[in-house]
């Protein structure tokens, strides 16, 4: 059982990596800026339902699905933000486009 929870938390380790990595490419010289919010660390511990609703207030114009596998946010989609919640459901992965 162990061995499942410390793969799961490298692949949320890599995952939050390959995020940060590249954002830190966007702001690069001759790279535009994203014109939409594509991350929400500030939902970080409120609810699936609650972050949901509050991606879907600030931008209708985006599918936004809840799941508790991980995985899910390897599969990019330009306009889909997927919520990863825990056993409880709370947001414990930043959202992400």
Do not use: H
Not at 28 to 47: A, C, H
Not at 52 to 59: F, Q, S
Request: proline share 7%; glycine share 8%.
């Amino acid at each position: 059982m162990m061995a499942g929870k410390s793969t799961l938390m490298f692949c949320c380790t890599l995952v939050l990596l390959a995020v940060l990595v590249a954002k830190g490419c966007r702001q690069g010289e001759g790279i535009s800026k994203p014109t939409r919010k594509d991350f929400w660390p500030e939902l970080v511990g409120q609810t699936g339902e609650q972050a949901k609703a509050i991606i879907e207030e600030e931008d209708p114009t985006l599918f936004v699905e809840i799941s508790n596998n991980p995985d899910d946010v390897l599969n990019y989609v330009p306009d889909r933000v997927i919520i990863i919640v825990n056993a409880e459901g709370i947001v414990f992965i930043p959202p992400m486009i």
